[in-house]
């Protein structure tokens, strides 16, 4: 290879979140930080609630983020985000943006109230959800955001979660706010893109990033991207937009989607799904599919 | 992330020493996560494109860009092994840590 070419780079060279922090090896919500952050920059802050990002951050007085961040209760992202914005309001200062950034169970379950309020109000804070589709700080319990058929601990093999995960992304449409994103680690380009974006749209933006957890989802930390780029080509968890509650767009057009048993068959806490089981929730995904290719107009 | 901040654990003698608030007064840097490795992902420039998919992905930022070639940060790589998984070019290989 010539020396003499340069490193292609498509996402921002700049770093917000150094090594050195917490996360287990291959944890997809760290990647995700560091993505989200290349898109967001420096004159940020951000609100993080109980969750594994509050122990991958440090220990006092110690911090892996270039950023300020207030640590605040499990149910409270969304409300102390839009106490930071009302502070900054008060003293003049609009460029920055406050961001909340909480796990699934702060923004599927505890948190959810406070999210519904801020989004009510149309508050002007960027709200991240990183979906590692459990509670999985506290040693994997399941919430509202486990997939049908996962083990977790209180879902264990014999009583497999059976209900469906919520439909966060319906909850947050339904509330007409300027903007709405889904994103994936496994498609950094795209991500950093959507948060560059909604830097830019003023009242509440709402965006649910794909984060595999190696730990809690029993699979190797090297598959992570791996686990994240399948679940967007099986149709699991597709790339799109919602802008204002109704205009909906694919960013990622997949002609062929891959079968979910791929994507499940390399995760440990779906071992015990039999044949039928997965074909019960390849089901799913089809009808789920559909009904957003329908949305988008397609 | 600032380089002028110091790999340093902060440790307070006495609470006249902690600030009035709950701050971070120093970065991550201190705490050399490589002790963490079982594997280390060793790179073959020979075969390496320069496309940086190592880099995009790692989720310690442990790949440093070093006169436009990719350098694994071993006082921080976790040894994930995502970097030689997503490597187009299967030149980075996971190889047994010697300690
Ligand atoms: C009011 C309250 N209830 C329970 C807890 C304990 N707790 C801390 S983190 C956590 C789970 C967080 O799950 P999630 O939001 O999905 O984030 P993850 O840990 O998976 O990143 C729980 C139950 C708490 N801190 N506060
Ligand atoms: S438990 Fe999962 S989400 Fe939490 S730090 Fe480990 S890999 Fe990341
Ligand atoms: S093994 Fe993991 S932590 Fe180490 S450089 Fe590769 S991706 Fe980063
Ligand atoms: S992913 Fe492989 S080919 Fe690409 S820059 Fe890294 S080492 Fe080189
Ligand atoms: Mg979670």
């Known amino acids: 290879m010539s020396k003499e070419r340069k490193m292609t780079l498509t996402i921002p060279r700049e770093e917000f979140m150094s090594p050195g922090h917490l996360a287990c090896q291959g944890c997809g919500a760290s990647l995700a930080m560091r993505l989200a952050l290349k898109g967001l920059g420096q004159r940020t802050i951000v609100c993080i609630p109980a969750c594994c990002w509050a122990v ?52 599927f379950d505890i948190g959810l109230q406070a999210l519904s309020g801020a989004a009510e109000r149309n508050d002007d804070i960027i709200y991240t959800c990183y979906d590692n589709e459990a509670y999985m700080n506290t040693g994997i319990q399941r919430s509202s955001a486990t997939p049908v058929g996962a083990w977790t601990t209180t879902t264990p093999v014999k009583h497999y979660k059976k209900e469906r995960k919520k439909d966060i992304i319906g909850i947050m449409a339904a509330h ?6 889904t994103a994936s680690v496994a498609y950094p380009e795209d ?12 009242g509440t933006r709402f965006i649910h990033v794909f984060a595999p957890c190696p730990a809690g989802w029993k699979s190797r930390p090297e598959d992570t991207v791996k686990l994240a780029r399948l679940a967007v080509q099986t ?6 937009e919602i802008e204002d509650g109704e ?6 057009k997949i002609k062929e989607r891959k079968p979910i048993a791929e994507y499940l068959k390399l995760q440990g806490r779906f071992r015990h799904l039999k044949e039928e089981e997965i074909a019960l929730i390849q089901q799913e995904v089809d009808t789920r599919w559909a009904k957003i290719l329908k949305s988008c107009g397609l | 992330m600032s380089k002028k901040k110091e790999a340093r654990k902060i440790v307070f003698e006495s609470e006249k020493e902690m600030p009035a608030v709950p701050m971070s ?28 998919i190592c880099w995009k992905f790692c989720p310690d930022a442990s790949i440093d860009i070093v006169d436009d070639w990719p ?14 998984e997503e490597c187009p070019q299967k030149c980075i290989a996971m190889v047994e840590e010697e300690k």
């Open chain 1, 176 to 181: 007409g706010i300027p903007y709405i994103a």
């Open chain 1, 56 to 107: 991958i951050d440090g220990p006092f007085p110690h911090s892996s983020l270039d950023i300020p961040i207030y640590h605040c209760a499990f149910e409270t992202a969304a409300s102390s985000a839009s106490g930071v914005r009302a502070g900054l309001d008060m003293v003049g200062d609009t460029e920055t943006t406050v961001l909340a950034w909480a796990g699934d169970g702060g923004t």
């Open chain 1, 191 to 202: 991500m950093v893109k959507k948060f560059k974006k909604a830097r830019e749209v003023r």
């Open chain 1, 235 to 240: 149709g699991y968890f597709p790339l799109f």
């Open chain 2, 25 to 52: 007064l120093g970065s991550m840097l201190y705490n050399k996560t490589g002790a963490w490795r079982n594997i280390k992902p060793v790179i073959d420039l020979s075969k390496c494109i320069k496309c940086g």
């Open chain 2, 71 to 84: 350098q694994i940060n071993y006082v921080y790589c976790k040894g994930c092994g995502l970097c030689a």
């Open chain 1, 247 to 252: 205009k909906w767009t694919l960013n990622l």
